[in-house]
């Protein structure tokens, strides 16, 4: 079973930026994601991309964030500019095989 690990969370103050990766210990030849949690909140979608590198977004995020992927790496990334304190959540990486992976997640805190 293919493991997804995530890297790059912190504590960032309002308006700054930070470069989520999540690496897979295989080849993944499907759609990849972020999705984020907050406290006392459901799962939601930040972002998925397809093995060729087409992109979708979760509509708060659109304009703010970009995810990419270099699949010769099997590493995807998430690009997250202009950061609110309403993005403070733990991020799951995610891979579409099977009924679906999950990374561990990382927490991502914005705060002055």
């Known amino acids: 079973q293919v493991q997804l690990v995530e890297s790059g969370g912190g504590l960032v103050q309002p308006g700054g930026s930070l470069r989520l990766s999540c690496a897979a210990s295989g080849t993944i030849f499907s759609a990849m994601g972020w999705y984020r949690q907050a406290p006392g909140k459901e799962r939601e979608l930040v972002a998925t991309?397809?093995?060729?590198?087409?992109?979708k977004y979760g509509d708060s995020m659109k304009g703010r964030f970009t995810i990419s992927r270099d699949n010769a790496k099997n590493t995807i990334y998430l690009q997250m500019n202009s950061l609110k304190p309403e993005d403070t959540a733990v991020y799951y990486c995610?891979?579409?095989?099977?009924?679906?992976?999950w990374g561990q997640g990382t927490q991502v805190t914005v705060s002055s």
């Open positions: 995610y891979a579409q095989i099977g009924g679906g992976s």
């Open positions: 991309i397809t093995y060729g590198g087409r992109g």
